[in-house]
């Protein structure tokens, strides 16, 4: 399966959970099956997992504020579209009921529920919370806006969460995130190819 994802563009959101570390490891793997991964991290990721790991692993810098500007007023880049208009599929993992919730009602308080919001491409969330976020009614009624938009989902699980309960609400696994990445971004070539760039 190595090299499976040459040529395409993902762009990974990092949000605030525990589950984190998980996406460290789903980075890893779509570098191994060829992809190119630039990563978006909030403010509340970097409690769990660190921008220089994203960063060892991605090969890329990592993006965490939405106005880091160029040093020059000329050289400015809109990150939020810039980031997108390449990527060929936008992974929100883990997607925390907040950053659920920001999509769902189009709020856009930073670099991540912008980008968001001014998404070129699909996205596919691997929602990641305490059992009884996930059941709450704003939640689920969340779920079914984005659903209702396009919006892919992958998971939760049952299992052990963080919280020491067992229920509902644990993110994917790296390898089941990775099978539907795959499945989603070989419906079509590409963006890089299709617009003949090397």
């Given at each position: ?173 790296p390898e089941e995130i990775l099978k539907r990445i795959c499945a989603l971004l070989q419906q079509k070539p590409p ?8």
């Amino acid at each position: 399966m190595t090299g499976e994802l040459k040529h395409y563009e993902v762009l990974l959101v990092v949000t605030g959970g525990i589950a984190a570390y998980k996406t460290a490891m789903l980075c890893s793997q779509l570098r191994q099956q060829g992809a190119g991964v630039t990563v978006v991290m909030t403010e509340n990721a970097e409690h769990f997992v660190g921008r220089t790991t994203f960063c060892s692993l991605s090969g890329r810098k990592v993006y965490t504020d939405l106005f880091s500007l160029s040093h020059s007023r000329e050289q400015y880049d809109a990150k939020h579209l810039s980031l997108t208009g390449r990527a060929d599929l936008i992974v929100v993992a883990p997607a925390t009921a907040n950053i659920m919730a920001k999509t769902a009602c189009g709020i856009c308080d930073d670099l991540a529920s912008t980008l968001l919001c001014g998404a070129d491409s699909e996205i596919l969330m691997a929602p990641a919370m305490n059992e009884r976020m996930w059941q709450n009614p704003a939640t689920q009624r969340n779920i079914e806006i984005l659903q209702e938009r396009g919006i892919h989902l992958v998971g939760p699980g049952e299992g052990h969460l963080a919280d020491g309960a067992e229920g509902i609400g644990r993110m994917s696994e790296p390898e089941e995130i990775l099978k539907r990445i795959c499945a989603l971004l070989q419906q079509k070539p590409p963006k890089r190819a299709a617009s003949g760039e090397k």
